[in-house]
């Protein structure tokens, strides 16, 4: 079996089949930079709930991601404009859980599982690898990969993002349209201390979101149209910083300093099939949606 992306999702599955009879490449473009305590957030963190957090579990990957860097979150809250008309918060008390998700980097939760993977002896990591073709044939596919070598996979999965390479020379289309909104990131030290709550507030623009980082850190999040995220990325820190303070609700606290800031476009796109024969698509490559609310 050939899994194309070594990412998030293609690398749950593989460790998933970690120790099964499956013979199983996993092709992955780039390893990620190895992790650093002392290295600055990255820009691109996920909510990750407890039922991902037990998948990560199940796979053998999470105590990796513990020894690196998370942030447990308790709450979860969301409100409307006017926060006394349309207010809801999630505790994990309510549900006697002693949290609801944590913050991780995506660089972390991806390292923790390629360290997981490489304990699997029926695995295979190809790394980095570049793919040049894909000969696909139901049950008998062909890669072949940059470099010149083949690998042959009965089973295909098509792990490798948004801009699946897989889904494509497989012949699969996608359905999708733009939600002309772009989420800018933004990296910043907070007055407040180490927070256990995320928070998004629904505005007419689109949602101003919280997500706690270890220590005085956090992740803001910004849904904006893509003229307005152009203008606040292209601002200076520190007429930016005035823009956040005047936005962003009083709960968010004092910010003491800009990390970072990038912004991604959104965009909604299912594949017209997630399977056929020798061939499944799986993460982005298979949909990706509006991240907002904390799915996690
Ligand atoms: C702003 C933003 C915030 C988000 N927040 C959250 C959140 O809080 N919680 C959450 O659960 N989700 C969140 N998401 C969604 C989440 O990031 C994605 O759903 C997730 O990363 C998908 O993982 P994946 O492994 O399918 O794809 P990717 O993360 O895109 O990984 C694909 C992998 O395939 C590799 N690859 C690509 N092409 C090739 C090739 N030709 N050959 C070999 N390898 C290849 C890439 O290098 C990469 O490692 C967010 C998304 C955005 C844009």
Redesign the pocket.
């Known amino acids: 079996m050939l899994i194309?992306?070594?990412?998030?999702?293609?690398?749950t599955i593989a460790c998933a089949l970690g120790g099964t009879e499956l013979s199983v490449g996993v092709?992955?473009?780039?390893m990620p930079e190895p992790f650093d305590h002392d290295q600055a957030h990255d820009m691109?963190?996920?909510?990750?709930?407890l039922a991902?957090e037990n998948i990560l579990r199940n796979v053998g990957a999470w105590s990796g991601l513990q020894n690196k860097r998370l942030c447990p979150y308790r709450r979860l809250k969301t409100w409307e404009v006017d926060a006394e008309r349309a207010a809801t918060e999630f505790n994990s008390a309510d549900i006697g859980e002693d949290h609801l998700g944590h913050?991780v980097e995506?660089r972390v939760i991806?390292l923790g599982l390629l360290e997981q993977l490489q304990q699997c002896d029926n695995v295979d990591l190809i790394c980095p690898?570049?793919?040049a073709t894909i000969d696909y044939a139901a049950g008998a596919s062909i890669i072949t990969l940059a470099d010149g070598q083949q690998l042959f996979g009965r089973l295909l999965i098509g792990?490798?993002?948004?801009?699946?390479?897989v889904r494509s020379q497989v012949g699969i289309g996608v359905h999708s349209w733009d939600y002309e909104q772009h989420?800018l990131?933004a990296s910043v030290a907070t007055e407040l201390p180490q927070q256990d709550i995320t928070w998004q507030q629904f505005t007419p623009t689109g949602p101003l979101a919280f997500?706690p980082l270890s220590g005085h850190q956090g992740s803001l999040?910004w849904y904006n149209t893509p003229a307005e995220a152009r203008k606040l990325l292209a601002m200076s820190d520190d007429a930016f910083l005035a823009a956040v303070d005047s936005q962003f609700p009083d709960c968010l606290g004092g910010i003491t300093g800009l990390l970072g800031r990038a912004a991604?476009p959104?965009r909604r796109q299912h594949a017209q099939e997630y399977v056929k024969e020798g061939v499944a698509l799986?993460?982005?490559?298979a949909h990706?949606i509006h991240?907002l609310a904390?799915?996690?």
Not at 4 to 11: D, I, K, L, P, R
Not at 44 to 49: D, F, G, P, Q
Not at 282 to 285: F, I, K, L, P, Q
């Open positions: 194309v992306g070594g990412g998030m999702v293609g690398a092709i992955e473009l780039r691109r963190v996920s909510a990750i709930s991902s913050i995506n991806q690898a570049d793919i792990a490798d993002g948004a801009q699946s390479k989420a990131v997500l999040v991604f959104l799986v993460g982005d490559a990706t991240p904390g799915q996690g």
